[in-house]
């Protein structure tokens, strides 16, 4: 019997926690955030592969016998060896899923216009990962996508609503719809983005009243899609459903000091969180 176990480089994956808590409240669940690593978003491919491989090993040997990367960069870096090369080999029996396919399924749906918009970090974009899932799942969408460096520093630095930073999401808000006016979805690609929601959605007002060519745009954050794919996931797959117990907890692991995730988590799970501090190598 085990526990699902959700991984993030930082905090942001707690907003992946949160939706799917919402959603399945009734499973255990272990939160790893790598803290003292992250952020992951400018790191290399190697690197963020061995980072995050880490983490699943330590999620592993903490009794997950399914893993969710919820965080994008992860997602779109690591994902895929560690499916096709790692566990095959080293843990044929679990399973390590991303948040990257689910988001780009459900696109389709929300899109009118079929122009998408991803918003996410530079590692998650320069990977191409969202428009080539979208491209693929969704033929004849356009997507385009535009990195926001400045957006994870505001978050993690507890600046996400003051009003310096107003520029830096009005910037980047620009910069991805002078891609495309035609864009009427956007997609948060970064889990820490839905903390910028209530600036995001201001900012884009008033680009819309200044510009009547913009269509009404629709900010697609990630936490629910995420839950409703892995409730889909467990109703197909009911012998991992069994190997998984059911008492309704969550521990939450942290390679950086205990007393700053409890800080920091807050504002993602307006909750108070006690942590332990662990390491990955
Ligand atoms: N959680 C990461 C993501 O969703 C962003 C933070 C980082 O750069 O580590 O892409």
């Given at each position: 019997m085990g526990t699902i176990g959700i991984f993030d480089s930082?905090?942001?994956g707690l907003t992946i926690l949160d939706g799917i808590r919402k959603r399945m409240p009734e499973y255990d669940y272990i939160y790893l955030g790598d803290n003292a690593r992250a952020?992951?978003?400018?790191?290399?491919f190697d690197v963020v592969y061995e980072f995050t491989l880490q983490a699943v090993q330590k999620l592993f040997s903490l009794g997950c016998p399914l893993v969710i990367l919820g965080c994008n960069t992860a997602s779109a870096k690591a994902l895929r060896s560690i499916q096709q090369n790692y566990l095959p080999r080293y843990a044929p029996d679990r399973r390590v899923l991303g948040v990257i396919r689910p988001t780009a399924e459900v696109v389709g749906e929300l899109?009118?216009?079929?122009h998408i918009g991803v918003l996410a970090t530079e590692g998650t974009i320069k990977s191409q990962s969202y428009t080539l899932e979208i491209e693929k799942l969704h033929p004849g969408a356009t997507v385009v996508g535009q990195a926001c460096p400045m957006w994870v520093p505001l978050v993690e630095n507890n600046?996400?609503?003051?009003?310096?930073a107003d520029y830096f999401v009005k910037d980047s808000l620009q910069k991805l719809l002078a891609q495309d006016?035609?864009?009427d979805t956007i997609i948060?690609?970064?889990?820490?983005y839905p903390l910028l929601l209530d600036k995001i959605n201001q900012q884009l007002a008033q680009l819309s009243a200044a510009n009547s060519q913009l269509s009404s745009i629709k900010v697609i954050p990630q936490g629910q899609y995420i839950a409703a794919s892995l409730e889909d996931y467990l109703h197909r797959h009911p012998e991992m459903a069994e190997r998984l117990t059911r008492g309704g907890t969550c521990q939450y692991f942290t390679t950086e000091s205990s007393s700053k995730f409890r800080e920091s988590a807050s504002l993602f799970l307006h909750d108070d969180v006690v942590a332990q501090r662990i390491t990955l190598i």
């Open positions: 930082g905090y942001g952020p992951y978003g400018t790191r290399s899109s009118h216009t079929r600046e996400f609503d003051k009003p310096g006016p035609l864009i948060l690609g970064c889990t820490h």
